[in-house]
């Protein structure tokens, strides 16, 4: 039996996310609401009070939101908040870049950029090109702020691995899915071997190696 169930699409950068968290740490989970379909269950709905994912469930305890999750996850598996800094101040940075990831590179690589090319925008369901030229200028800007705090101490914060380093490596793996868009990373030299890094772990490669592209049919 697994030890927590986690709620989500498996393409989603956050549900991977949690996913090598917990494999981080040592913990097994079962993948469960693997589908569109299934964001609209019932079952979805009596556990996600804002209709999104990821969601955990560990016994009778349910926990949505990303962050709260994975800081669940490193508190209760293992050596507890292996993945978070000791200092406060730290802490403080962690949640700063763990919410530029997620409302800022997220939006840009993942909502305004991929989704676009999903579920174009444009009149008659074409792609909206403009939307994606300003998603990639922005992106742009983005991985140059990334790249001078990689180039700087290796992380983004402090001198190991966080679980803001592991919400990055997911979110950017998106580019992967996008013609082109991987030539961003090569003005980011420190960027891109820290991201090349953390794909060699055993966590990415167990959780997020396989394809991520995904079946919008299910």
């Known amino acids: 039996m697994a030890d927590i169930v986690l709620y989500g699409l498996p393409h989603s950068n956050f549900v991977r996310a949690c996913a090598m968290t917990a494999l981080e740490k040592g913990a097994s989970y079962e993948a469960a609401l693997t589908g569109l379909r299934d964001m ?4 979805m709905q ?37 993945l978070q800094p000791s200092d406060p101040l730290d802490r403080i940075r962690l949640d700063q870049w763990f919410n530029a990831v997620m409302g800022t590179v997220d939006r840009h690589i993942v909502r305004e950029w991929a989704l676009e090319q999903v579920f174009p925008s444009g009149p008659d369901r074409t792609v909206d090109e403009a939307r994606i030229a300003r998603a990639r200028k922005a992106a742009a800007r983005d991985i140059a702020v990334l790249e001078r705090q990689y180039a700087a ?22 580019l992967t899915l996008i ?8 003005p980011a030299p420190s960027l891109a071997r820290a991201m090349t890094a953390l794909r060699q ?9 396989h394809s991520i ?3 919008w049919s299910v």
């Open 153 to 174: 101490q290796g992380h983004l914060v402090g001198d190991r691995l966080s679980l803001a380093d592991i919400v990055l490596v997911c979110t950017l793996d998106v």
């Open 213 to 215: 592209v995904p079946d």
């Open 46 to 82: 009596a556990i996600s009070p804002f209709g999104k994912v990821p969601v955990m469930r560990h016994g009778d305890l349910v926990l949505f939101e990303s962050l709260a999750i994975m800081r669940y996850i490193d508190l209760t598996f293992g050596e507890p908040e292996a």
């Open 201 to 209: 772990r055993e966590s990415w490669q167990r959780a997020c190696a």
């Open 40 to 43: 609209r269950s019932r079952e």
């Open 179 to 186: 013609d082109g868009a991987g030539t961003l990373l090569e």
